[in-house]
């Protein structure tokens, strides 16, 4: 019989967090799974921290060559048996509850294409540093076209509903949100408000090394899934609050057009641009004290 989840996960020369991140899946109080762990020609002790292992759901997948990240993801995808499909990188730790709440999660929301949870980020030591809290109910169905809106490692995916559905192999950057985009074209999408992943945060990471290149690739995805090529770079870093540059009067017409791409009432976004207004006077203040 089919396993009703399907982990997957890719690793390339991740021999530092390697074990941490398989303990945390074989330890989950939710059992019925198959573990895809693909190793994407990993040169470092990877393979053999891996054969350690003699849990039979553990399967293997190894791949000739470096294909990257997104090619080794849609090679698990189409393994993949589950009713659901786990993603969990290889630094990263799943705690114990994590399978269990997210599959009583999708269970009880059948319309839900893909769901996560909420995280702590950790240090190499695994120190926590920070928390990532994502947009939950009405909050993420009026938010879901910010960067992130569902923590990809932390990610469960329906399998009937992704269907022929694959990241994106011509994105170097950002493909979760692209595929987020995508399902959600059809289906809804969910989070777990608990922090059931520690997201690991170091130097090596691509969160870390590339955020600037992280954060162009989502305005590329934004603009061409919403069609809003009349909205800059500028702009797009102030609707998503990282950046007090724009004028809140630009920012409000930036914000119409998109309320209108998403068809999204209007309102329901003006408390975000009241409060973008008050940082930016604030901003604008500090910066003729300072002069």
């Keep these: 019989m089919s396993p009703r989840v399907s982990v997957l ?3 390339h020369n991740a021999e530092k967090y390697l074990p941490e991140a398989i303990n945390s899946i074989l330890s989950q109080t939710f059992t019925d799974f198959e573990f895809l762990i693909v190793d994407d020609g990993s040169t470092d002790r990877s393979p053999e921290i891996i054969n350690r292992y003699r849990d039979p759901r553990i399967k293997v997948v190894r791949n000739p060559d470096n294909l990257g990240l997104t090619r080794s993801l849609n090679r698990g995808l189409d393994l993949a048996g589950g009713e659901y499909i786990a993603r969990m990188d290889s630094d ?3 705690l114990p509850e994590r399978l269990a709440r997210q599959v009583a999660y999708m269970d009880a929301n059948p ?3 893909a769901c996560g949870t909420w995280a702590k980020d950790v240090d190499s030591q695994g120190a926590v540093i920070g928390v990532r809290e994502t947009p939950v109910g009405t909050d993420l169905e009026r938010e879901y076209w910010r960067p992130s809106p569902l923590i990809h490692p932390s990610a469960v995916i329906r399998r009937g509903h992704l ?12 493909q979760d949100f692209d595929l987020w985009f995508r399902i959600r074209g059809e289906h809804k999408l969910g989070n777990v408000a ?3 992943l520690l997201y690991r945060v170091h130097p090596e990471s691509i969160t870390f090394a590339k955020r600037e290149d992280q954060l162009r690739a989502t305005y590329d995805i ?7 090529d009349e909205i800059d770079f500028d702009e797009y870093e102030a609707l998503i609050n990282g950046s007090v540059k724009l004028s809140p009067l630009r920012r409000v017409r930036a914000m119409r057009k998109l ?3 998403i068809r999204q009432p209007y309102r329901v976004y003006l408390r975000d641009d009241i409060s973008y207004a008050r940082r930016w006077l ?7 004290l300072s002069k």
């Design 111 to 113: 319309r839900v294409g």
């Design 282 to 288: 604030k901003n604008l203040m500090l910066r003729k």
């Design 259 to 261: 309320a209108r791409a």
């Design 92 to 94: 990263d730790i799943s």
């Design 222 to 228: 934004f603009r061409e899934r919403l069609g809003l």
């Design 194 to 196: 608990s922090h059931l």
């Design 163 to 174: 269907g022929p559905l694959r990241y994106d192999e011509r994105l170097r950057y950002a």
């Design 9 to 11: 996960m890719a690793v």
